[in-house]
């Protein structure tokens, strides 16, 4: 079964998890320094926050799926419909261990399809661990879905949720 996946970024954590919460009737399952999720399931949604971006608002949508073969799915579909998508394998991002595709809607709206494969003790840094500054400001989305993340989640210096 397939979840819907909103990731704003805010200005102020604290104040930001407690208008969620209220909104949500639920603490967040997920609450690090810079982050918080929320996996609700009504409605069924992945909603996370945090204080990594540049700008706040709408950082990326996505749709986050339960295993290899649904996302395989996905980007069959994205690829039927010429709308393509940039396959990312084993970020490591919000504090967690994923499979990605990235595409970008025509309003320049970058959506992420994902299939998450664990928990990782870091928002999104190298394999060795360190979380560099432009590690940091790659996470979650790709500028462009044709080009990878600054700090590439498939390679030495991955980062993104």
Same mark, same amino acid.
């Given at each position: 079964?397939?979840?819907?996946?909103?990731?704003?970024?805010?200005?102020?954590?604290?104040?930001?998890?407690?208008?969620?919460?209220?909104?949500?009737?639920?603490?967040?399952?997920v609450?690090?320094?810079?982050?918080?999720?929320?996996?609700? =399931?009504?409605?069924?949604?992945?909603?996370? &926050?945090?204080? +990594? $971006?540049?700008a706040? @608002?709408?950082n990326?949508?996505?749709? !986050?799926? =339960?295993?290899?073969?649904?996302?395989?799915? &996905?980007?069959? +579909? $994205?690829?039927a419909? @010429?709308?393509?998508s940039?396959?990312? !394998?084993?970020?490591?991002?919000c504090?967690?261990?994923?499979?990605?595709?990235?595409?970008?809607?025509?309003q320049?709206i970058?959506?992420?399809?994902?299939?998450?494969?664990g928990d990782?003790?870091?928002?999104?840094?190298?394999r060795?661990?360190?979380?560099t500054q432009?590690?940091?400001?790659?996470?979650?989305?790709p500028?462009r879905?044709?080009?990878?993340?600054?700090?590439?989640?498939?390679?030495a210096?991955?980062?993104?949720?």
């Amino acid at each position: 079964m397939k979840r819907l996946h909103v990731h704003v970024s805010v200005n102020n954590l604290p104040e930001s998890i407690r208008f969620y919460s209220g909104l949500f009737a639920t603490q967040p399952s997920v609450e690090k320094q810079d982050y918080a999720k929320w996996m609700l =399931e009504d409605p069924r949604v992945n909603f996370a &926050i945090s204080t +990594r $971006a540049n700008a706040v @608002g709408v950082n990326h949508l996505g749709i !986050q799926v =339960e295993s290899a073969e649904e996302l395989a799915e &996905i980007e069959g +579909r $994205a690829l039927a419909a @010429g709308l393509g998508s940039e396959p990312e !394998q084993g970020a490591n991002c919000c504090y967690a261990r994923s499979d990605k595709h990235w595409l970008e809607d025509p309003q320049g709206i970058v959506w992420e399809a994902f299939h998450t494969m664990g928990d990782i003790p870091v928002y999104g840094g190298s394999r060795d661990g360190k979380d560099t500054q432009a590690q940091a400001q790659a996470c979650c989305a790709p500028t462009r879905p044709s080009e990878p993340p600054a700090a590439s989640c498939g390679s030495a210096s991955s980062g993104c949720c």
